[in-house]
């Protein structure tokens, strides 16, 4: 059974900095393309970044050069390092597991960006 546990997310000022982890259980990380979404009420569900098994990685535009993911094959995890947080960053963050074959999602964890 596959499990993703979000953790990490929390209050920050703007301009701060979160790390969110992504601890996976029942997979192997380096098998699957790990993803980071976030959703807003009312608004659709939106990719933030994701690493493909060979480790090529994708940003949403809105995040290049602010966000960094990366995973940790040893210890399982995925890693989203959120650096210049905005407002307009606040959200659930979600972490997702993609095979060929099947797709799995974390509770997700917030992030609220605020003075």
């Known amino acids: 059974q596959v499990q993703l546990v979000e953790s990490g997310g929390g209050l920050v000022q703007p301009g701060g900095s979160l790390r969110l982890s992504c601890a996976a259980s029942g997979i192997i990380i380096g098998t699957y393309v790990m993803g980071w979404y976030r959703q807003v009420p009312g608004k659709q569900r939106e990719l933030v970044a994701s690493i493909a098994r060979g480790g090529s990685i994708t940003y949403a535009d809105f995040v290049k050069g602010r966000f960094t993911i990366s995973r940790e094959n040893a210890k399982n995890t995925v890693y989203l390092q959120m650096n210049s947080l905005k407002p307009e960053d606040t959200a659930v963050y979600f972490c997702?597991?993609?095979?060929?074959?099947?797709?799995?999602w974390g509770q997700g964890t917030q992030v609220t960006v605020s003075s």
């Open positions: 997702n597991a993609r095979s060929l074959v099947s797709t799995a």
